[in-house]
């Protein structure tokens, strides 16, 4: 019997233990919320212990498996939120000095080492530990992948390239495969050789002839890579792989013709679209499209004759098509053939009578051609066939007082007002039509109805009350904002708009008391408070004022809205001479609560304003002893450096604020960029540029921000690598096209510049890039 019982508190123990077991290998290979966000920082006990637990298992699962992301970004995260990075690099250390042949230890350590900036140090711990010391056949790629991370960060790509391609020999799986090999690809584009670049994919899509997905994504990724050629061979054999495919050999075309765009092959890529739309039913979503790609490429070699003859074409085979008409009335147009493209929009609107499209573009052209009657003739036609649709009188009556037609407009515009309308919104906006024609009864009317329709909100008592205060009529304004008031008196915001209309009629302490009112029924509405502090100050009780403003601080939600509002108070004590009161009351305040971040930013803003930089150094020290993860106060500090000309230290505080909010890293690394400028540096603001670029190597926004700065330093040749990237990361952001363009023309480079303008006059969906790009080639 005890022989049983003990076999089976054995038994359950196993069990346990496995429970256990399977617990840490599913939180090792998951990526869970509690891994991907960092622990919250709180100053309680309970929660700083919490903290330390979550990050003891990042810890323990890197042991594991030393290149898990998510726990790798908490671990750092944890550490740099508490100002003990350096601590954390320290610990590697010493249990690489403890455990020298401990590879995941080695790995965790030069992945911190990267991550703060010493990638010598990183090369240097990598250099020894070879791949067949991974744990895993996983970590043995991840291993190679991150040498050749590493390598490329110092610039050795001949490295870079040999790890990769081990790590492409030994890669398992489908996936991993065409990853690395667009790695590597980028990698030769990154030392200028896109044959090579080519080559890598191109052998890639001969492993997987049989597939057509992954022969497209390879193909795809050569386009995204600007291998148009190469791009083109691989889009031509799907064209015949996919032959007994309708959908897939349309994408393939779609895909195919925009390469051939690229060449400048021009007519090649207008016939890849017509098979492309060959193959699609009538009313597919993607049949527009096409047609304005052959639209476009046709305008951009000025063969207008042509597009006329196509866009006949496409009606006859389609006459339901009307927007092939319109397009057929617009190249006339533009071609000065006025008759025929009034003639096409009329032969349009006579089979398509309801069509409201089409009699839109109709008016359009007709005023245009300056032909009045034309378009009152059309407007009339149109309501005719939509009586009900108020939109066309409201229209036709805008056209007519735009011509001083003002009874007919009048006439327009009420007949909408006397229709059994229920849209206050609609009203007021016939009212806003009435006002500059000084119409105001008529105005005041429809602002009447507004509030008949929806009395219990404020724009429409707003309207009113404004519309008697143009009028000189300040009692009637005034009545009508109470009016405001009296018809929701439970809610805020129409409180706090009928303050600010009482406000601009002159009715300021009526204005006081409704934002107080709304300040009472929503408290932490941060806005509210400001406001009535604004008025205070308005009504000449400063005091209050402050007061008013000082508690609002502690509402604000975020410290950078915090920090404006510390530089709007100190600068109103500053002006009424009351900046020594300010400073003695925030000292008492925190002599009793030792802890509040928000006097100790004021105490340090207040000592900046009196230029005693010692001690807002010491405030903000003070502060960020308390909270290392503060970021305005680290930002504040990091400037006051600057203003002492300690550019090393500030170097070091922009550097932590990149660290740990790598999402406003752009900002803090244009901060030392323009500090070291200010010293003359020109060397090492080329560098900071550059580790901007490597902090997000994917970013469009920033790579055209560094290429332009670059530019300016008279780094062109550099400038034009990165405005390059990013036309190939974002094709269609025709602003980079229009600024590499501008580059290449300083550059000396007047052939390619001239080929990227017209890359970016032609297209149409940034008109005001398009008129600029006209501009410069002509």
């Known amino acids: ?29 998951s990526d869970v919320a509690a891994v991907t966000s960092a622990p919250a920082e709180s100053s309680s006990p309970g929660s700083e212990l919490a903290a330390e637990e979550e990050a003891a298992r990042f810890d323990r699962i890197l042991q594991r498996r030393p290149f ?36 995941p230890t080695q790995v965790v350590a030069a992945r911190l080492f990267l991550r703060t900036g010493r990638t010598d140090r990183a090369l240097e711990l990598l250099g020894p530990i070879a791949a067949s010391g991974a744990r895993s056949e996983r970590d043995e790629s991840q291993l190679l992948v991150f040498k050749s991370e590493v390598f490329q960060k110092v610039n050795r790509l001949e490295e870079a390239e040999e790890q990769l391609q081990l790590a492409l020999e030994r890669a398992r799986s489908v996936s991993e495969r065409m990853t690395l090999s667009e790695s590597l690809a980028d990698l030769h584009l990154r030392a200028g050789d896109k044959e090579k670049a080519a080559a890598v994919l191109s052998g890639l899509a001969e492993l997987y002839a049989d597939s057509y997905l992954h022969r497209k994504r390879i193909a795809d990724a050569l386009a995204q890579r600007d291998l148009h050629e190469a791009a083109v061979s691989q889009y031509e054999a799907l064209v015949e792989a ?6 897939r050999k349309c994408e393939v075309l779609r895909q195919l013709g925009r390469s051939l765009e690229k060449l400048e092959r021009t007519q090649d890529a207008i016939h890849a679209y017509s098979d492309a739309i060959a193959l699609l039913t009538g009313d597919h979503w993607l049949q527009e499209e096409l047609h304005q790609r052959i639209v476009t490429l046709y305008r951009q070699s000025g063969r207008l004759d042509d597009l006329v003859a196509y866009c006949r074409e496409r009606i006859e085979k389609s006459p339901e098509q009307s927007q092939m008409r319109m397009l057929l009335a617009d190249v006339q147009a533009a071609m000065d053939d006025k008759e025929g493209a009034k003639k096409t929009l009329e ?48 229209a036709y009556g805008q056209f007519l007082a735009a011509h001083r037609d003002l009874d007919a407009a009048r006439g327009q515009w009420k ?16 009212g806003s039509y009435f006002e500059p024609y000084e119409m105001f009864d ?82 932490q509405e941060v806005r509210y408070q400001l406001e009535r502090a604004d008025l205070l100050v308005r009504l000449g009780r400063v005091e209050d004022a402050l007061k008013a403003r000082r508690n609002a601080l502690s509402l604000m939600p975020s410290d950078r809205q915090r920090a404006v509002g510390i530089d709007i108070l100190v600068s109103m004590h500053a002006t009424a001479n009351k900046i020594d009161a300010l400073i003695e009351d925030e000292t008492a305040r925190l002599k009793d609560s030792p802890d509040d971040e928000t006097s100790l930013l004021i105490l340090a803003r207040a000592a900046d304003y009196r230029r005693d930089f010692r001690s807002a150094r010491q405030w903000l020290e003070q502060l960020l002893a308390l909270n290392p993860a503060h970021e305005e106060a680290r930002r504040q500090l990091a400037r006051l450096f600057e203003a002492i000309g300690d550019v090393d230290a500030a170097v070091a505080q922009y550097t932590r604020l990149i660290e740990g909010h790598p999402e406003r890293g752009r900002d803090y690394y244009q901060s030392i960029a323009d500090l070291r400028l200010r010293y003359d540096d020109k060397g090492g603001a080329v560098r900071t540029f550059e580790a901007m670029v490597e902090a997000s190597p994917n970013n469009a926004t920033v790579l055209k921000s560094v290429a332009e700065q670059m530019a300016r330093l008279g780094e062109i040749e550099r400038a034009l690598n990165y405005f390059e990237t990013a036309t190939r ?47 410069k080639l002509h």
């Open 442 to 523: 008529d105005a005041a009317e429809c602002y009447e109805r507004a509030i008949e329709l929806a009395p219990k909100t404020a724009e429409g008592y707003e309207a009113l009350s404004r519309l008697y205060r143009l009028q000189g009529e300040v009692e009637k304004s005034v009545a009508a904002a109470k009016r405001m008031g009296d018809a929701a008196p439970e809610d805020p915001y129409v409180q706090a708009v009928m303050s600010r209309t009482l406000a601009s009629a002159g009715a300021m302490d009526a204005s006081l008391a409704a934002m107080e009112k709304a300040c009472e029924l929503k408290p």
């Open 1 to 29: 019997m005890r022989y049983d019982r003990i076999l089976f508190i054995v038994s359950i123990g196993f069990l346990c233990l496995s429970s256990v077991r399977a617990q840490v290998e599913e939180e090792g290979d």
């Open 729 to 775: 990361l974002q094709p269609d952001r025709y602003e980079l096209h229009l600024a590499y363009a501008d580059a290449l023309a300083e550059a000396g480079r007047l052939e390619d510049a001239m080929k990227t303008y017209r890359v970016a006059s032609i297209q149409r969906s940034d008109r005001d890039t398009a008129v600029a790009a006209i501009g």
């Open 242 to 247: 996919t032959a007994a495919d309708a959908d």
């Open 68 to 103: 898990h992301k998510s726990a790798f970004t908490g671990l750092v995260r944890h550490y740099l939120n508490q100002g003990r990075l350096d601590e954390l690099v320290s610990r590697y250390e010493a249990r690489m000095a403890a455990l020298p042949d401990d590879v």
């Open 347 to 394: 032969e349009a609107t006579t089979l398509f009578p309801k069509d409201i499209t089409l009699s839109e573009r109709r008016i359009s052209m007709l005023e245009r051609f300056d032909e009045k009657e034309g378009v009152v003739a059309e407007y009339e036609r149109i309501i005719s066939q939509h009586p009900d649709d108020v939109e066309l009188y409201v």
């Open 415 to 430: 007949r909408v007002l006397k229709s059994g309308m229920t849209d206050a919104t609609l009203a007021r906006r016939l």
